[in-house]
């Protein structure tokens, strides 16, 4: 077996108009929402940087500068929560950023979909593999979904998704995967389709928003065409990219909130609040339900 190439790189791609979440997300980019104070994009650089990831790429668009402004000082602000010795709140602003030199902002012109995105990133990553996470799927467990799915590829190289489980009238929803060992947590794919209905998908296992990619994807991106709600796919050109090499599916066994849709936004805020104080929150739901 040829080298395996370490996994340094991860890409966000934050170039999407969240337009299911209007209209909130008119001025405020659908990725700085928060989940127990903290944005979506934080929540998933955490989780990149807890699995081993060293680089952190960025994929832009309009109206994204709150989340450049996030991962950068707030001297203003530090300096006030300094003279207030608010030690707390000061770690909260920066203790967590990433060494300079370690972050790249890219700009996706126009939000042709979560391949281009990816492609966007292409001069950036070279010739290694990355990892993608989406800031609008957050993932709850106890290891970070990344990790695991790191693990697996420093063991054998190749590429991976993250999946899990969905009812059979939501895979219109998701990519979706077809493989013949269904039952096992890692299970060779065979074929790979977007947003199929029920009636055709393959199976009930769906991507959700991880992957570890080789870099011979780029070339299947930049020939690729518009697929599905007239986006460039990322999952077509990986069901390319299977016919010449490794592809796996990694089950996610945790708790799945879909963040870029209000209710499961509001379903994550929940679940942390339980994990805080259950009884406040029983509290608080018991005046309403
Ligand atoms: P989504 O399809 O969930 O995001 O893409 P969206 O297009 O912003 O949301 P809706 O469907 O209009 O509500 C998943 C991730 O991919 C990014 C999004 O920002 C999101 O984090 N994305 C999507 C891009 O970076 N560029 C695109 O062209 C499309």
Not at 4 to 24: D, E
Not at 57 to 64: H, L
Not at 118 to 139: K, Q, Y
Request: include cysteine.
């Amino acid at each position: 077996m040829s080298k395996i190439k370490k996994l340094r790189k991860a890409i966000f791609p934050v170039g999407g108009l969240g337009t299911r979440f209007l209209p909130a997300t008119k001025a405020l980019p659908k990725e700085m929402l928060p989940v127990n104070s903290k944005p979506l994009i934080q929540h998933i650089f955490e989780e990149a940087r807890a699995s081993g990831i060293e680089e952190f790429i960025f994929i832009t668009g309009r109206n994204k500068n709150a989340i450049n402004n996030h991962f950068d000082h707030s001297y203003e602000l530090q300096d006030i929560l300094g003279e207030k010795n608010k030690q707390l709140e000061l770690d909260l602003t920066s203790n967590w950023l990433p060494d300079a030199g370690s972050i790249a902002f890219v700009r996706q012109y126009e939000p042709l979909g979560l391949g281009h995105a990816i492609w966007c990133a292409r001069n950036f990553i070279g010739d290694e593999p990355f990892a993608v996470l989406l800031a609008d799927e957050l993932l709850l467990s106890a290891e970070p979904m990344l990790k695991k799915m790191k693990d697996i590829y420093d063991k054998n190289g190749g590429n991976y998704v993250g999946i899990m489980e969905v009812d059979k009238d939501q895979t219109s929803n998701y990519g979706i995967i077809d493989t013949a060992n269904k039952n096992e947590d890692l299970v060779k794919i065979t074929s790979m389709i977007e947003k199929p209905s029920k009636e055709t998908a393959p199976s009930n296992l769906a991507i959700i928003g991880r992957y570890i990619l080789q870099p011979e994807i780029f070339a299947l991106l930049e020939k690729a065409s518009p697929g599905v709600g007239g986006e460039i796919q990322i999952t077509d050109s990986m069901n390319k990219l299977l016919e010449t090499d490794n592809f796996h599916g990694v089950k996610f066994t945790g708790k799945r909130f879909d963040c870029g849709r209000p209710m499961g936004f509001l379903e994550a805020n929940i679940a942390y609040a339980a994990e805080n104080d259950a009884g406040e929150l029983k509290e608080m739901l018991k005046k309403y339900i």
